[in-house]
């Protein structure tokens, strides 16, 4: 079984800045791909940022140039250095990762979201 572990989400005022992080764990082998997605009330879920175990990068055109994605595979965990952020921005993210048991089963798994609050 695949377990995420989300944390970092909060509170900051416009300009500012946070850091995610997702935790994958299980038995499993380095996920193929790991990245962020976010809802804002009314809204649809939306791609943030991905990264895949190559490290090859893709980012929503709203946040590129203030979000960073990176992961440590060794941890198997994925990061979201969000910098610059606008009350826009306001969502809850989640963390979605991809990849194979160590069985050799896909799997596709979403954390359990972290609120992201910006505002003054």
């Known amino acids: 079984q695949v377990q995420l572990v989300e944390s970092g989400g909060g509170l900051v005022q416009p300009g500012g800045s946070l850091r995610l992080s997702c935790a994958a764990s299980?038995?499993?082998?380095?996920?193929?791909?790991m990245g962020w997605y976010r809802q804002a009330p009314g809204k649809q879920r939306e791609l943030v940022a991905t990264a895949t175990s190559r490290r090859i990068t893709n980012y929503a055109d709203s946040v590129k140039g203030r979000f960073t994605i990176s992961r440590d595979n060794a941890k198997k965990t994925v990061y979201l250095q969000m910098n610059s952020l606008k009350p826009e921005d306001t969502a809850v993210y989640y963390c979605?990762?991809?990849?194979?048991?160590?069985?050799?089963?896909?799997?596709?798994?979403w954390g359990q979201g972290t609120q992201v609050t910006v505002s003054s």
């Open positions: 299980g038995s499993i082998f380095t996920p193929n791909v």
């Open positions: 979605n990762v991809e990849g194979h048991t160590t069985t050799w089963a896909a799997y596709a798994k």
